[in-house]
């Protein structure tokens, strides 16, 4: 099955860490971007950051409100992209997706999404 | 800092025409913004329906149709359908160090 699984989310207290983790199957993983958007509860899409294939050096951008705290990586030959999340905000509790990208075919697959929450 | 704009709501009747557009704080949307458009209902992830300003996915139904319209990106419903009520959000490229920024989103309702 073609499918993005996340996996990962949780309760972490502010200033601590997390790993989320996305799961491909069912098509060429190598040879899309991978990027990474959250959404809080009520409120409306955020770009979060990319990181491109190899054929474009797995080069990584994130979005104005986690570059410098969010680290996007991807393993190709386990077909998993992940969010490393440090210094996490009350401001970062969010659904996060990931969503599968390509010029020509564009954001082909999305996630089904897991939940952060940052909380004391 | 990049202010991508949509209609906070919109309503249309059933069988009806709506267009939704998504403005850019830097100036017109071209054909090299990569227009994106995304619905999504409640407790769903988002679904893709157009890329690269017309493209339509597999899935897409044929009533929606992507354009540039008086310096905008646009999204067009023709025959609305009541199953068409949901949010819907454009997502456009802008290269450089933060390559991708969302619209705030339009809730589209059908009355």
């Not at chain 2, 899935?59 to 419903?77: D, I, V, Y």
Request: proline fraction near 4%.
């Amino acid at each position: 099955e073609v499918q993005l699984v996340e996996s990962g989310g949780g309760l972490v207290q502010p200033g601590g860490s997390l790993k989320v983790s996305c799961a491909a199957s069912g098509f060429t993983f190598s040879g899309f971007a991978i990027h990474w958007v959250r959404q809080a509860s009520g409120k409306g899409l955020e770009w979060v950051g990319r990181i491109r294939s190899k054929a474009n050096a797995y080069a990584t951008a994130y979005g104005a409100s986690v570059k410098g705290r969010f680290t996007i990586s991807r393993d190709d030959s386990k077909n998993m992209a992940y969010l490393q999340m440090n210094s996490l905000k009350t401001e970062d509790t969010a659904i996060y997706y990931c969503a599968s990208y390509d010029i020509l075919t564009g954001y082909s697959l999305w996630g089904q999404g897991t939940l952060v929450t940052v909380s004391s | 800092q990049t202010v991508v704009t949509q209609e906070p709501s919109l309503t249309v009747s059933p069988g009806g025409t709506v267009t939704l557009t998504c403005a850019s704080s830097t100036g017109a949307v071209t054909s090299g913004y990569y227009p994106n458009w995304f619905q999504q209902k409640p407790g769903q992830a988002p679904t893709s329906l157009i890329y690269s300003t017309s493209n339509k996915y597999s899935w897409t139904p044929a009533r929606f149709s992507g354009s540039l319209l008086g310096g905008k990106g646009a999204l067009t419903l023709s025959d609305v359908q009541p199953e068409d009520e949901a949010d819907y959000y454009c997502l456009l490229f802008y290269g450089g160090v933060q390559p991708w920024v969302f619209g705030g989103g339009t809730k589209l309702t059908v009355l």
